[in-house]
């Protein structure tokens, strides 16, 4: 079993930047896929960005366009988000989640495609 705890997320202004942070503990050796998501109120869980655990590539949907990096660290256990040029749409609840599978080269995309979840962190972006 592996949990997640996010942590970073708080208030900020519209154009500042914020670093949001993912923990993993448990059987961390059987994740392949760190992802992040997010949930803004009445809309459906977004995808955000993801990284191979083992070999560090990462991938972003075109929607956010440049502005999320991700990064891991694989001794600390512990993945990174860092957002950049924040606007008042980007408010949402961000998830970290974990995927297994037996190609460690895909970077899944999808909700349904990550197993285990963490409670999420809530970002606010004022105007």
């Known amino acids: 079993q592996v949990q997640l705890v996010e942590s970073g997320g708080g208030l900020v202004q519209a154009g500042e930047s914020l670093r949001l942070s993912c923990t993993a503990s448990?059987?961390?050796?059987?994740?392949?896929?760190l992802g992040w998501f997010r949930q803004a109120p009445g809309k459906e869980r977004e995808f955000v960005a993801a990284?191979?655990?083992?070999?560090?590539?990462?991938y972003y949907p075109d929607s956010l366009a440049g502005r999320a990096t991700i990064s891991r660290d694989n001794a600390r256990n512990t993945a990174f988000l860092q957002m950049v040029s924040l606007k008042p749409e980007d408010t949402a609840v961000y998830f970290c989640a974990a995927h297994r599978g037996p190609n460690a080269n895909y970077i899944p995309h999808t909700r349904n495609e990550y197993e285990y979840w963490g409670q999420g962190t809530q970002v606010t972006v004022s105007s």
């Open positions: 448990g059987r961390t050796y059987s994740i392949t896929t």
């Open positions: 990284i191979s655990w083992n070999f560090g590539s990462a």
